[in-house]
T-cell receptor, first 114, second 111 residues
């Protein structure tokens, strides 16, 4: 089954404790992206990757890191989480190019930083 | 002015009604227009996709794009309680891979 998986689905942590949210896709997509979704603010892009070893900042990259060492994986790293990073996070992937319009989203990771 | 504007709702209508959801945008470089549906506690999933101005129909859903007015719409006919969800419009520029999303409209279909 074609899918984007994220782990963990729920996470409660404390300020300053480094964490990683994993994302994996099995559709051989080049493009992968991380979003955060907050009430009243909608989906905002954090980072994206056009291919292996190619990453770039989205609209709200502060406090986050990413890496793309393999095509299928795109982990999101919070080196020192703060309460304002409490949010619902989505990973998404798609093919690149003019015909690639559909982004497939993972199920989401609900993060609470206390 | 935000690139994409979408009324967050909630929009509450009785079962069977025709629903109209809309987005406006300011960037004329947007060429591809999409509607995503997001159920509670789930990730968004693609519902409709259009490239040019005009209408596109898929079952009970019709997507409409008016590039001259920078206005897109999604119509749902014979609305069902299972249509209750948040609907997000999304747009993409030619040559770009990223999407710009509206904030989403929360739709409630009352049985």
């Amino acid at each position: 089954e074609a899918q984007v998986t994220q782990n963990p689905r729920y996470l409660i942590t404390v300020t300053g404790k480094k964490l990683t949210v994993t994302c994996s896709q099995n559709m051989n997509h080049e493009y992968m992206s991380w979003y955060r979704q907050d009430p009243g603010l909608g989906l905002r892009q954090i980072y994206y990757s056009m291919n292996v070893e190619v990453t770039d900042k989205g609209d709200v990259p502060e406090g986050y890191k990413v890496s793309r060492k393999e095509k299928r994986n795109f982990p999101l790293i919070l080196e020192s989480p703060s309460p304002n990073q409490t949010s619902l996070y989505f990973c998404a992937s798609s093919f690149k190019g003019q015909g690639a319009y559909e982004q497939y989203f993972g199920p989401g990771t609900r993060l609470t930083v206390t | 002015q935000k690139e994409v504007e979408q009324d967050p709702g909630p929009l509450s209508v009785p079962e069977g009604a025709i629903v109209s959801l809309n987005c406006t945008y300011s960037n004329s470089a947007f060429q591809y227009f999409m509607w995503y549906r997001q159920y509670s506690r789930k990730g968004p999933e693609l519902l409709m996709y259009t490239y040019s101005s005009g209408n596109k129909e898929d079952g009970r859903f019709t997507a409409q794009v008016d590039k001259s007015s920078k206005y897109i719409s999604l119509f749902i006919r014979d609305s069902q309680p299972s249509d209750s969800a948040t609907y997000l419009c999304a747009m993409r520029r030619r040559g770009a891979d990223g999407l710009t999303f509206g904030k989403g409209t929360h739709l409630i279909i009352q049985p």
